[in-house]
């Protein structure tokens, strides 16, 4: 088996940190399930602003203690790294501290894992004063384990002797100024908290929807459509990490729409004890729009870690509509040119006709970027939303 995919020279760009990527096929994941992952770990370097010469895959039991991959494979590796001066190399799963440093000492280069390589993204995503702070807290939660290998520099730079008792030193007052750090971010978060949860009560008797669903489904997009405003929209991953908040009246029903952060497979648990304030949008909301790519190969795989993650936030259990975004590109890759109309159709009422009865009919198709489907998504979204203000107000006369 070929351990490695190299990308071809037209593939390359210029002026971007030349990486590899590193993922082991293990019992409980085959190499199939691998491939997945490391596409989507290329488009996080991708977004993060990584150019991927390589992908290095290996088979085994268990990952390594020491150096996750095997010593073999390590080498490998390492002569790669020489050969093509390669900056970065990024590992698939999380890496212990003391796994890091030893392959940034075998490699002579930065590594990292998709933990730090989301937290990295996030990072340069957040614009207000809440997310800021709740990345810079995932940081310091993940840099506090891993001060030991910071300093590392001052053992290679005259031996151990005669360093060890600063560099220790050393290390210890960074881990004193890093749990101080800890300790101030989550008292200012949790002020910031605060003033979230007020602002959404005074929202008054609105009732709440919010999208939700994998990162890059076109959530925004749609938000933009409902709600004829102007929310950044980007084909990256983590375009948005603010909730946004807007008032929409459909045919005079009043609700409040948000949008927020998309979710992804392996989301560092540590992220979500950190965006808890920004989840809080998911969890008191009163109804979901639940956005698939359905023309991700891997859409189905995206809708449980998605339905997962809000069981893990105790949303599981609300009132949700399904809309499958990117019809448009959904045909474009499924259906061959020659095929026929009669037959195109078919096949899409197929499709329909199976999310429909796993949604008890709670689900729309629609292409944002086409505008299709819109109508029928209004429609529905109207309909929910009154019977949910009737539910809230049973006997209160609502007019629409």
Same mark, same amino acid.
């Given at each position: ?73 390590? *080498?490998?590796?390492? +002569?790669?790294?020489?050969?093509? *001066? ?29 933990? !730090? ?137 009043? !609700? ?23 989840? @809080?949008?998911?969890?008191?909301? @009163? ?10 190969? +891997? ?40 095929? @026929? ?57 609502? !007019? !629409?």
């Amino acid at each position: 088996m070929k351990g490695y995919i190299e990308l071809s020279s037209d593939q390359q760009s210029m002026g971007l940190e030349k990486a590899i990527l590193v993922g082991l096929i293990l019992p409980d994941q085959p190499e199939t399930l691998l491939d997945e992952y490391l596409a989507e770990l290329d488009f996080l370097a991708q977004t993060a602003g990584a150019e991927v010469l390589k992908v290095f895959k290996q088979r085994m039991k268990h990952p390594h203690r020491k150096t996750f991959v095997g010593k073999g494979k390590l *080498e490998e590796m390492a +002569q790669y790294v020489e050969e093509k *001066e390669i900056d970065l190399v990024i590992f698939d799963d999380d890496l212990s501290p003391s796994q890091q440093g030893n392959l940034e000492e075998a490699l002579k280069c930065k590594v990292v894992d998709r933990s !730090f390589l989301i937290l990295d993204i996030f990072a340069g995503r957040a614009q207000t004063a809440q997310s800021k702070t709740q990345v810079e807290l995932a940081q310091m939660q993940y840099l506090l384990p891993r001060l030991r290998g910071l300093w590392t520099h001052l053992e290679r730079q005259k031996g151990g002797i005669g360093m060890r008792g600063p560099g220790e030193q050393e290390i210890e007052t960074d881990r004193r100024i890093v749990n101080k750090k800890i300790t101030l971010l989550k008292e200012r978060l949790d002020k910031i908290d605060k003033q979230s949860t007020t602002m959404r009560k005074k929202r008054g008797e609105l009732i709440r929807v919010s999208l939700v669903g994998y990162t890059n489904v076109g959530k925004s997009t749609l938000m933009n459509l409902l709600s004829k405003s102007e929310v950044f929209a980007e084909d990256k991953l983590f375009a948005t990490l603010d909730t946004t908040v807007r008032k929409v009246v459909l045919q005079r029903t009043p !609700f409040l729409l948000s949008d927020t952060v998309g979710f992804i497979r392996k989301l560092p648990t540590r992220l979500i004890e950190s965006f808890k304030s920004t989840l @809080d949008e998911v969890r008191e909301a @009163d109804i979901l729009l639940h956005v698939v790519d359905m023309a991700h190969p +891997q859409h189905e795989e995206h809708i449980k870690v998605v339905q997962q993650t809000l069981n893990e936030i105790g949303a599981s259990e609300k009132n949700t509509i399904m809309v499958f975004n990117k019809l448009d590109l959904y045909e474009e890759t499924e259906f061959d040119e020659f095929l @026929d109309e009669d037959v195109k159709k078919d096949i899409l009422e197929e499709v329909k006709r199976k999310w429909r009865k796993q949604t008890d009919g709670k689900c729309v198709f629609v292409s944002a970027i086409e505008k299709r489907g819109i109508e029928e998504l209004r429609d529905m979204l109207i309909q929910i939303v009154r019977d949910e203000y009737t539910i809230r107000y049973p006997y209160k006369t609502v !007019f !629409f």
